[in-house]
């Protein structure tokens, strides 16, 4: 069974950064694309940022392109989210996924595990 864990979270002034991390249990972790997505209140679930087995490829929401960045240490079972820049419509809870591919798909439908989560709040 895989299982994911986010941490880094938490409370931080409009234009400040955080970096969140998700770890991974398993042997697998390094054969899937993995995916970061956000849940705000009263709204549903949205792709943030997507990374391929190797890395190499990345993909981005419109709304953090260019503020935010995914990255993967495969030899750790982790990815990170560094977020910089951030706003108040940032808020949201933050969840990992990992992706039923090598590459890492926008459509929550393609994410077969999921983290619990961890908040993030953006005070103006």
């Known amino acids: 069974q895989v299982q994911l864990v986010e941490s880094g979270g938490g409370l931080v002034q409009a234009g400040g950064s955080l970096r969140l991390s998700c770890a991974a249990s398993g042997r697998t972790f390094s054969n899937y694309g993995m995916g970061w997505f956000r849940q705000a209140p009263g709204k549903e679930r949205e792709f943030v940022a997507a990374?391929?087995?190797?890395?190499?490829?990345?993909t981005y929401s419109d709304s953090v392109k260019g503020r935010f960045t995914i990255s993967r240490d495969n030899t750790k079972n982790t990815v990170f989210l560094q977020m910089n820049s951030l706003k108040p419509e940032d808020t949201a809870v933050y969840y990992c996924?990992?992706?039923?591919?090598?590459?890492?798909?926008?459509?929550?439908?393609?994410?077969?595990?999921w983290g619990q989560g961890t908040q993030v709040t953006v005070s103006s």
């Open positions: 996924a990992r992706s039923q591919h090598a590459l890492g798909p926008s459509a929550i439908s393609e994410y077969n595990y």
């Open positions: 990374i391929s087995v190797g890395g190499g490829w990345t």
